[in-house]
């Protein structure tokens, strides 16, 4: 049974860090693309960064210079530091894990507000 659950969510301030976490169990962690993706109110679920086997990372432009994602594929995990947040970050943040199929973990809700 696949698992991938989130933690590291929470409320901060403008400006803030944050570092999500994702621990997943079921798979064979090293061959699949890890990532993040975030969905707000209202709006459609959106790629926020992700993170291929051999280490390659991809991120929306709006999180470019302030977000990073990275991966440990001895602990089966995938981390995303986010710093400088913004309200715009004000999301719910899913773990997936994709090799052709996909897995979703249940979601970590971020708010920013001060």
């Known amino acids: 049974q696949v698992q991938l659950v989130e933690s590291g969510g929470g409320l901060v301030q403008p400006g803030g860090s944050l570092r999500l976490s994702c621990a997943a169990s079921g798979i064979i962690f090293s061959a699949y693309t890890m990532g993040w993706y975030r969905q707000a109110p209202g709006k459609q679920r959106e790629l926020v960064a992700s993170?291929?086997?051999?280490?390659?990372?991809n991120y929306a432009d709006s999180v470019k210079g302030r977000f990073t994602i990275s991966r440990d594929n001895a602990k089966n995990t995938v981390n995303l530091q986010m710093n400088s947040l913004k309200p715009e970050d004000t999301a719910v943040y899913f773990c997936?894990?994709?090799?052709?199929?996909?897995?979703w973990g249940q979601g970590t809700q971020v708010t920013v507000s001060s």
């Open positions: 997936y894990a994709s090799n052709g199929r996909t897995h």
């Open positions: 993170i291929t086997r051999g280490g390659s990372t």
